[in-house]
């Protein structure tokens, strides 16, 4: 099937809208994701008591729903982007506040909600979502002094942040209000604010180490390593030194033997040491090529909300892969955080595809933005040769 210019239908028109390298970007990732899966997972799920492709096969699955989720919420126009966002993190959030009251409790969290057999994790869709409606509102408490748009998104805030704490989750609450913090600055509103945001979560933090003992054991852990206390991080860290440049072949490495998380949180170590730093170089610079090329984009867009709201998509994924980067050659304690498309895991995988739907329907050229692109010179032609007409039409006889 071949597309024309002057075919109207939604498929041509966001065919010859969409950025075709971003796109590309993306499904990129979801195919390197299928790939480690089959390098990590078979290992764990044996071990776990699963047939051999138990996890590869659901990786396999969610790529495909991801990959059309993807698509799905890439044809939405900026308004429909912001409709989606407000539904989804109404209904997550309800589904967070179930999952308080009833619901199960898993190595001492309650973060999933069971559906149908299936664990999900409502948090994971309040995130891009949370990031659109922040976006709107603060380019709004830029814009219009007349607008309680500021105290909403703080509102919004204060409620994700304390249904992620009440979990808890104490990882992704970092992650989110980072993201917060550089969209306020990015939306040019009081440099105060900022300061105070800075300083709320240094307070977080500080209580979330005194009152978690998981968080304290971890952060302590972390400064203060025993032998053998840290095994995961520990065994993460030499595997990167194992591998070396190459990596010691697909299939050979020893990690995804003996961590239990080698297919989720731990990925990236799995990839050091059967594919090489060389890999995960090349891995974390399509992560850096996805964020950037965002960003580039997101400075060409005239409507402040919709700059915002790529600048924060790409903010939350950039930040999240490198968090979970980090852990992995020993920068930060364990978050228990997933490698955007590349770990294991259904919520994750879903929420990830909507976050880069709605990036990749953000900025989507549209019309509006080739008439501002237009040079001065020729909007100045036309305006003298409107007035030129005008005059004619003037001195014409009747």
């Not at 991080?233 to 050979?252: H, K, N, V, Y």
């Not at 964020?291 to 060409?300: H, I, K, N, S």
């Amino acid at each position: 099937m071949r597309l024309s210019r002057s075919d109207s239908s939604r498929l041509a028109q966001w065919w010859f809208t969409v950025d075709h390298v971003l796109l590309t970007a993306v499904f990129l990732l979801i195919g390197i994701g299928i790939v480690l899966s089959l390098a990590a997972s078979p290992a764990v799920a044996l071990k776990k008591g699963f047939s051999t492709y138990y996890f590869v096969e659901r990786h396999v699955v969610f790529a495909a729903l991801a990959g059309a989720a993807l698509v799905v919420v890439s044809f939405l126009s900026p308004t429909g982007v912001r409709r989606l966002a407000a539904m989804l993190f109404m209904a997550a959030v309800a589904a967070m506040i179930f999952v308080f009251i009833s619901g199960q409790e898993i190595n001492g969290a309650r973060r999933w909600l069971s559906v149908g057999g299936f664990a999900l994790q409502p948090s994971e869709f309040a995130k891009p979502s949370f990031v659109v409606l922040m976006a709107w509102l603060f380019s709004e408490a830029a814009q219009r002094k007349d607008v309680p748009a500021l105290p909403l998104a703080v509102f919004l805030w204060v409620l994700f942040v304390a249904l992620l704490v009440v979990q808890p989750d104490v990882g992704q609450t970092v992650l989110i209000s980072t993201t917060a913090g550089a969209m306020y600055l990015l939306a040019g509103l009081p440099l105060i604010g900022a300061l105070i945001m800075l300083a709320l979560g240094g307070v977080g933090l500080t209580l979330a180490y005194f009152n978690f003992a998981h968080v304290q054991s971890r952060v302590d852990r972390f400064f203060n390593p025993m032998p053998l206390e840290n095994f995961q991080s520990d065994r993460a860290i030499q595997s990167f030194s194992e591998g070396g440049l190459f990596g010691r072949g697909p299939g050979e490495g020893m990690i995804k033997s003996v961590l239990p998380d080698a297919h989720t949180d731990y990925i990236f170590a799995v990839v050091a040491e059967e594919y090489g730093v060389i890999a995960c170089l090349v891995l974390l610079g399509i992560f850096a090529f996805i964020v950037l090329r965002a960003l580039m984009r997101a400075a060409q867009e005239p409507n402040p909300a919709v700059r915002l709201a790529i600048q924060g998509l790409a903010v939350v994924f950039g930040v999240q892969a490198l968090i979970n980067m980090a852990v992995n050659v020993g920068l930060l304690p364990p978050k228990g955080m997933t490698l955007p498309f590349i770990s294991a895991g259904g919520s994750s995988m879903l929420a990830i595809a909507i976050t880069t739907g709605m990036l990749i329907a953000l900025t989507r050229r549209r019309p509006d933005i080739q008439r501002l692109k237009k040079p001065r010179l020729m909007q100045s032609i036309g305006q003298v040769k409107l007035g030129t007409a005008d005059i004619e039409g003037q001195t014409e006889t009747p």
